[in-house]
Nanobody
Framework: QVQLVEYGGGLVQPGGSLRLSCAAS????????IGWLRQAPGKEREGVSC????????YYADSVKGRFTVSRDNAKNTVYLQMNSLKPEDTADYYC??????????????????WGQGTQVTVSL
């Protein structure tokens, strides 16, 4: 049974950091890209970052470039999203999702076949 579970959300002050984890089970990460997407209240879900399976190439939305870093540990079947210099506008529910082998259309929800349940990130004083 394919499953993705996110960990690490919470409340953090502006300028702070959080690391999200996406633990995969029921399949091997080696053959799949994993995307991170977020959805703020009243907004559409948007692609934040993605890491491919083959060469580990990465994608970042312009809004998080230079602040977020995605990485994977295939031995642990886990993908991470390190989020630094957090801003109030980063507040959202964050989801990891399974794609094909590469990160193609990161914002296209149809690219993903399995989703985690989401973890809430709140950036506030």
């Amino acid at each position: 049974q394919v499953q993705l579970v996110e960990y690490g959300g919470g409340l953090v002050q502006p300028g702070g950091s959080l690391r999200l984890s996406c633990a995969a089970s029921g399949f091997t990460l080696d053959y799949h890209a994993i995307g991170w997407l977020r959805q703020a209240p009243g907004k559409e879900r948007e692609g934040v970052s993605c890491i491919s399976s083959s060469d580990g190439s990465t994608y970042y939305a312009d809004s998080v470039k230079g602040r977020f870093t995605v990485s994977r540990d295939n031995a642990k079947n886990t993908v991470y999203l390190q989020m630094n210099s957090l801003k109030p506008e980063d507040t959202a529910d964050y989801y990891c999702a399974r794609a094909g082998a590469t990160c193609d259309e990161v914002d296209d929800l149809d690219e993903y076949d399995y989703w985690g349940q989401g973890t809430q990130v709140t950036v506030s004083l």
